[in-house]
């Protein structure tokens, strides 16, 4: 089957600029044109498209993705460095997705500071008595909200939080 620019362009959900933006920048090599110049995509080029996206999706830049389209397009004998350059993105999104974890789980931290402080119409309760120095045990007592309230998952990343972790 064939399709258009257009059908392309809404069977992925991006734009007919993207599409036209990645043809552009060489990583739709595999895209041929009919008679008149316009792109015609095959259920493959369609395929391709979705990693091309799922790639761009998780950061990875385009001369990363065009090496990887060009390592596709010469067959089996790049089987390995294909599969060497997903696993090194994985583990980079990998890293990040921690990082972000991390990052929610330390703003969660924080809003529980700022409601206990708000429901006590005070921020000094969070304070070592007569400084404006937040209590060194601080951490302690949220895990410890967060075990008596049952968020045991909450708990195990908050424990992975760099400040926390390294007291």
């Avoid at 095959?42 to 385009?62: E, Q, Y």
């Avoid at 010469?74 to 890293?95: A, C, I």
């Avoid at 060194?136 to 908050?158: C, I």
């Amino acid at each position: 089957m064939s399709y258009s620019i257009g059908q392309v362009s809404k069977k992925l959900g991006i734009t007919v600029d993207t599409i036209r933006y990645y043809d552009k920048s060489g990583i739709l090599p595999f895209v041929k044109k009919n008679e008149i110049g316009r792109r015609e995509f095959t259920d493959n080029d369609v395929h391709l498209m979705r990693t091309i996206i799922c790639l761009k999706n998780a950061g990875v830049s385009v001369a990363d993705i065009s090496k990887f389209i060009d390592y596709r397009l010469q067959g089996d004998s790049t089987l390995n460095e294909r599969y060497q350059l997903l696993e090194e993105h994985r583990k980079d999104l990998q890293q990040q997705i921690t990082d972000l974890q991390d990052t929610m789980s330390y703003l969660k931290f924080k809003e529980w500071y700022y409601q206990t402080a708000v429901e006590a119409g005070t921020e000094e309760i969070h304070f070592v008595p007569n400084t404006n120095e937040v209590i060194p045990d601080l951490a302690d007592e949220y895990s410890n909200h967060l075990k008596e309230t049952g968020q045991v998952d909450e708990f195990q990343r908050f424990s992975n939080v760099k400040d926390y972790r390294n007291r």
